[in-house]
């Protein structure tokens, strides 16, 4: 779920749930993103993501993403950043995971009917205060969006891959656990550059 503006304070102002099924655990995530146009090839890119769980008595993390792209031909952006990822227990701080993440999109690059098409793959390697070992985790995605109308309301399904995974089993306990999610959102454009999304999560 994505909000794209051209200030930074905009971040705050919208949060998006959507409600994530991974066994018998449901989960409510919220997020909100802004990417800035730094120059012709350049942008930043923000995003906060809070999610809850039932099975973890409430919050369970808080992943804050910040992104450096540079955009190599049309369609094509490479990305490079850190995210700040406090883990919680019943909502109560319980450890500090920090990961560094590179990433390439490739956005709009086949038209399917009246939607396009995008992909991206991304790497991560992460870790957590006070346990040894990196963990690194590599999952392709693919999103597909459908316009409605020509500036407004918008479906978009998205597909993510079961990920590879690897490195220090302490660093990363359920690193074995990267199941394919798919996802489906349907958005509304309040006013440029405001978008306003509500969707469904699915995890295998």
């Known amino acids: ?8 304070p905009a971040l705050a102002l919208l949060a998006a749930p959507a409600v994530a099924h991974a066994s018998e655990d449901e989960q409510l995530w919220t997020t909100a993103s802004a990417t800035v ?3 012709d090839h350049w942008r930043f890119s923000q ?5 809850f769980s039932n099975d973890r008595d409430g919050l369970y993390e ?9 955009k190599i031909g049309k369609k094509v952006t490479v990305w490079a950043g850190y995210t700040h990822d ?9 450890v500090m995971e920090h990961r560094g993440r590179q990433q390439v999109t490739f956005d709009n690059i086949v038209k399917i009917g009246p939607g396009q098409l995008s992909a991206r793959l991304r790497l991560e390697e992460r870790w ?5 070992g990196t963990a690194w985790r590599l999952r392709p995605y693919v999103k597909y969006v459908l316009p409605f109308r020509e500036g407004g309301k918008t479906a978009l399904l998205h597909h993510q891959f079961p990920a590879g995974a690897g490195g220090g089993a302490d660093a990363q306990p ?21 978008w306003l999304p509500a969707g469904r999560q699915r995890q295998q």
């Open 47 to 51: 995003e906060v993501v809070a999610r």
């Open 174 to 194: 359920d690193r074995h656990h990267h199941p394919a999610r798919e996802e489906c959102e349907c958005g509304d454009r309040l006013s440029p550059p405001a």
């Open 37 to 39: 146009k730094l120059s």
């Open 86 to 94: 406090p883990n919680y227990n019943a909502g109560d701080f319980a």
């Open 62 to 70: 808080v992943e804050m993403n910040s992104l450096i792209g540079y």
């Open 1 to 8: 779920m994505r909000l794209t503006c051209k200030l930074l």
């Open 128 to 132: 957590r205060e006070g346990i040894d």
